[in-house]
């Protein structure tokens, strides 16, 4: 037990030195901060064997920018999600409220051969690293009435956009999909409360290793640019099912979000680039 926590806190390190590198970009980085909302279904059977749905509101932001390399052709994305819902089962009987915090990493390759210098299709690939941290309150349980959710990831991304022009308005569509490969979550078995865990010391079965076989989860983004002048508005649709089931326990959270958002272009010179000259992607 004592390896598996060593190995959660080597994993939980690791994500948090990547996450907190900063973007360095030498020229062009593009900011988006968006506010929305949507619709969550849930079901942990910690808390109740009963799928919960209702509403939610979610704010996005995120920093995109290149990275100083001699080729031109490595980006870096730090994305930060959050989740707050209010939902419901079906027999009107219960009430949780959720919330979820999302913070992820990526270095990202553009690749050559489908995305040439200037062209209008861009196609990134990259690894991933996921912080995810939030939790669960059912209002009608007396016992264990909450749930604590954590979880690292290590994963991988794909982003591919395209630029064109309408009605001589510059426009652009962006989808990306990140896929979770191999990490840890904090589960407690069923009937396993907080107080035994933390205070009295049973912490057998409370923290698990992750992989597509148990943890099969999709996040997808789908957002549409459309630049106005001296400013540029985005439209996003967010779609994350991140789901487990570790032990006797299972967990699954869909989201899906309608998202609206502003985008700033920063470009950094300095005095002895020679890039000077260089036009944004």
Known sequence: MKTRYLSSIIMLCFVTILSGQPLRSDRFEERTFSLGGGYTSLLDTYLSPLRYGGGQVS???ERFGQLTCENGRWFAQSLFTLHADYTTPRTGSGLTIG?????SYTY???APLLSPQGGKFRLFIGPQG???IGGIYNLRNSNNPAQLKLGVNLAASAMGKYAFTLWGTPMS???QADVPLFGFAFAPDYGQSYYEIFYLGHEENCVHVTAPHNNLSLRTGLSYDVQF?????????LSDLYQWQLGNQQYRMFVHSVMLGYVSNLYHVWRDDEARQYIPY
């Open 108 to 110: 990202y390759y553009e």
């Open 99 to 103: 919330g979820m915090a999302d913070y």
């Open 59 to 61: 704010l996005q932001s």
């Open 229 to 237: 002048r001296s400013c540029t508005m985005r439209l996003s649709m």
């Open 173 to 175: 569509v962006r989808l």
């Open 130 to 132: 996921q912080l995810r």
